[in-house]
């Protein structure tokens, strides 16, 4: 044969190519090129009665490799794993080439897929040990050896039905305590009641005298404080028999937990003093309303929808764009809320009180909530005020398809993993 004159055929996988020398000899060092060299016949599987060389190769992806020697333009072939086409490049001796622009969409999911995998498997491998380290010693003391099975009654509710018991009981503990902080914030609300003043005149006027502070009875308190007695038990047996204290600490609801504990105590150490201390007890309330985080753990009781499962893994890999989000509010709010300002002040009657309510006026009207009660009067804080919602709703609106393209993708990778899984189960 003179491959310099007659075309070469190619059997790959069955499907016969046949296609000129000029055309493999497009990419120099490559496979492909070499079938057109006389000792073409003696490097590779080559039939002299049909005279053709034989590959055992996919057709379809070698239809997009013979495809890129003639066109010079390297397709992605459809419903293809990246990784698998790699290989076949490979094969055929062709390095690392870019894929043609009309390709880039399909080759970047691609790619997202094959990197969320291993990410996801991680992610739930890390969920499923929570924080269970095998400890393999011989000899091992009491402690070491009912360390999991104490850590699994009071983290795994499906364990064993003690533990599901201890998890429904810290559930009606958890219920139990926010009913008790809801009727106990009711009876410290302000109070206010007209009374009817004389002056120096015997004229009548009506005052509103307003109660700063009403002393709840002290029935919630301890009912507040068995509940959180129970919660302490239960945060000191965890945190004793927990084998990683890093990861427990470091755990937002662990944080959350811990810092619920200490409102009632400080306000049992301060009975009969609190009327003095109006700024503490707001202050532990802020900590009280943590009461309301602990019923997260309801979901240690249910099957966890994917769904729910998918939405923090994708708020923890969008940290970077939330953060350039925040970053240009809060440059919009600073500068339609200064320019608003100085808006206003062409108006004889100012209403805003300074930049901080220009700041809050530009804030709510970014978020199109509007609540009305800081607003442009002037004409021209009016168009300021239009331009600055029109922005708000671009600052909103255009984020969000990158947010939901993220979120399809992990939740296709995590769907497509359950499947897997729940396979490998029934065989």
């Not at 109070?191 to 006027?205: A, S």
Request: aromatic share 16%; hydrophobic share 45%; charged share 20%.
């Amino acid at each position: 044969m003179n491959p310099s004159r007659e075309k070469i055929t190619m059997n790959v996988g069955g499907v016969r190519y046949e296609t000129s020398p000029s055309t493999l000899r497009a990419f120099p060092g490559t496979k492909l090129c070499r079938l057109t060299e006389p000792q073409a016949e003696t490097l590779f599987d080559y039939d002299s009665s049909s005279k053709e060389f034989f590959f055992d190769r996919s057709p379809q992806l070698f239809s997009a490799v013979l495809d890129y020697y003639r066109t010079q333009h390297l397709h992605y072939p459809a419903d293809t794993c990246k990784s698998t086409f790699e290989e076949e490049l490979a094969f055929w001796e062709i390095g690392h080439v870019p894929v043609a622009p009309c390709c880039w969409w399909k080759v970047a999911n691609a790619a997202s897929r094959q990197a969320e995998g291993p990410l996801w498997d991680e992610r739930i491998e890390t969920e499923s040990q929570a924080l269970l380290v095998p400890v393999e010693r011989r000899n091992l003391s009491w402690r070491a050896r009912q360390q999991p099975k104490i850590w699994a009654l009071f983290e795994k509710p499906f364990s064993s039905w003690p533990a599901k018991c201890l998890a429904i009981v810290s559930l009606l503990f958890n219920i139990g305590i926010v009913i008790v902080f809801e009727e106990k914030s009711r009876a410290q609300i302000y109070y206010r009641y007209p009374t009817v003043v004389r002056d120096e005149f015997e004229n009548m006027t009506h005052h509103e005298i307003r109660i700063a502070f009403c002393q709840p009875a002290n029935n919630f308190l301890y009912m507040e404080l068995f509940c959180v007695l129970w919660f302490t038990f239960e945060f000191s047996m965890r945190l004793i028999f927990c084998p990683d204290k890093k990861k427990f600490l470091t755990n937002p609801l662990n944080i959350c937990d811990f810092l619920s504990l200490f409102p009632v105590y400080i306000e049992l150490f301060l009975t009969g003093h609190i009327s003095d201390m109006l700024k503490l007890l707001s202050w532990l309330g802020f900590f009280r309303a943590l009461y309301v985080v602990k019923l997260l753990k309801t979901f240690r009781l249910l099957e966890t929808p994917l769904m729910l499962r998918v939405l923090p893994f994708t708020f923890r890999f969008i940290l970077k764009e939330a953060f350039i989000l925040l970053v240009v509010f809060t440059f919009e709010v600073l500068f339609f809320g200064a320019l608003c300002y100085h808006a206003e002040l062409l108006s004889s009657e100012l209403h805003f009180g300074g930049l901080t309510d220009s700041f809050y006026w530009a804030a709510i009207t970014l978020t199109t909530v509007g609540y009305g009660d800081v607003y442009a009067v002037t004409p021209f804080g009016k168009a300021i005020a239009c331009c600055t919602a029109l922005c708000g709703i671009l600052t909103i609106v255009i984020p969000l398809p990158i947010f939901l393209i993220k979120f399809q993708g992990y939740y296709a990778t995590a769907l497509m993993k359950e499947k897997m899984k729940s396979e490998k189960r029934s065989h």
